[in-house]
Antibody, heavy 121, light 111 residues
Framework: EVQLVQSGAEVKKPGESLRISCKGS????????ITWVRQMPGKGLEWMGK????????KYSPSFQGHVTISADKSSTTAYLQWSSLKASDTAMYYC??????????????WGQGTLVTVSS | QSVLTQPPSVSGAPGQRVTISCTGS?????????VHWYQQLPGTAPKLLIY???NRPSGVPDRFSGSKSGTSPSLAITGLQAEDEADYYC???????????FGTGTKVTVL
């Protein structure tokens, strides 16, 4: 059974750093890209970027490039999303999802349960 | 902000049929990229509902169907049930952004 299990909720102060995780199981982790999606309170889904765990090649949405870092460790089958300096506007639910195989038709077939990040002074 | 536009809300009585549109542009849907749909029940993670315009993953009821007539993809729910109350999102690829994009989302209410 394919599963993506994310790390627990975080409460941080502005300016602090943070790394959240997404552990994949039940499939060959290195064979599928992992994507990250933001959902701000009461708002819609926003695509942030994705990573190929086989070589850690990443693609970012222009809206998030330079603000977050996506990484992965294929040995531990875990993907990460990190911030070096959080802002209050980073308060949101963050989801990881597995990206379907293929180049042309790209969709997100399995999702993690979400990690709530709250940034408040 | 989203480059795919959906109606903010649709509603219907139990048993009725509702449709949700997803409007894009020449750099995404108009360029021929596939459209996929997700259902997000209240307080839960999104779930893949339709992929490749009109394909249902295993376990998704056939009450849900997708279509892409020309450049106007849509999601249809027939035989609406109370458990279908959720937010629905379309997703595609955008060549000008060189990345994936979601629709603005549609809240389905069962009257």
């Amino acid at each position: 059974e394919v599963q993506l299990v994310q790390s627990g909720a975080e409460v941080k102060k502005p300016g602090e750093s943070l790394r959240i995780s997404c552990k994949g199981s039940g499939y060959r982790f290195a064979s599928y890209w992992i994507t990250w999606v933001r959902q701000m309170p009461g708002k819609g889904l926003e695509w942030m970027g994705k990573i190929d765990p086989s070589d850690s090649y990443t693609k970012y949405s222009p809206s998030f490039q330079g603000h977050v870092t996506i990484s992965a460790d294929k040995s531990s089958t875990t993907a990460y999303l990190q911030w070096s300096s959080l802002k209050a506007s980073d308060t949101a639910m963050y989801y990881c999802a597995r990206v379907s195989p293929g180049v042309v038709m790209v969709y997100f077939d399995f999702w993690g349960q979400g990690t709530l990040v709250t940034v408040s002074s | 902000q989203s480059v795919l536009t959906q109606p903010p809300s649709v509603s219907g009585a139990p048993g009725q049929r509702v449709t949700i549109s997803c409007t894009g542009s020449s750099s995404n849907i108009g360029a021929g990229y596939d459209v996929h749909w997700y259902q997000q029940l209240p307080g839960t993670a999104p779930k893949l509902l339709i992929y490749g315009n009109n394909n249902r993953p295993s376990g998704v009821p056939d009450r849900f169907s997708g279509s892409k007539s020309g450049t106007s993809p849509s999601l249809a729910i027939t035989g609406l049930q109370a458990e279908d109350e959720a937010d629905y999102y379309c997703q595609s690829y955008d060549s000008s952004l060189n990345g994936d994009v979601f629709g603005t989302g549609t809240k389905v209410t069962v009257l």
